[in-house]
């Protein structure tokens, strides 16, 4: 079993920056790949972001390509996200996920955490 714990979420203004961290309680974290997604308010939960369990490996929505950068560090078993240049459709709760190694452009993952919530205003 693999507990994750979201944070960094808040509110930002459109074109601002947010750094999500996710935090694993396992000691096998770099075996897992580890995905962000979102959920929007009344919408479906979406992919965001992949990485694979040596970080060498990243994959990313098209919506976020360019804006998002997904980061690892298996010595403090935390997974992050950086976001630049928000914008107000960005705004949903972000959830932290963990699976053991797939090819990442499969979005099935089989642990998750509770979420944590950002919110871009215009």
């Known amino acids: 079993q693999v507990q994750l714990v979201e944070s960094g979420g808040g509110l930002v203004q459109a074109g601002g920056s947010l750094r999500l961290s996710c935090a694993a309680s396992t000691r096998t974290f770099s075996s897992y790949d580890m995905g962000w997604f979102r959920q929007a308010p009344g919408k479906e939960r979406d992919f965001v972001a992949a990485?694979?369990?040596?970080?060498?490996?990243?994959y990313y929505a098209d919506s976020v390509k360019g804006r998002f950068t997904i980061s690892r560090d298996n010595a403090k078993n935390t997974v992050y996200l950086q976001m630049n240049s928000l914008k107000p459709e960005d705004t949903a709760v972000y959830y932290c996920a963990a699976r053991a190694p797939r090819p990442l452009i499969t979005t099935h993952y089989d642990y998750w955490g509770q979420g944590t919530q950002v919110t871009v205003s215009s």
């Open positions: 990485i694979g369990s040596t970080g060498r490996v990243t």
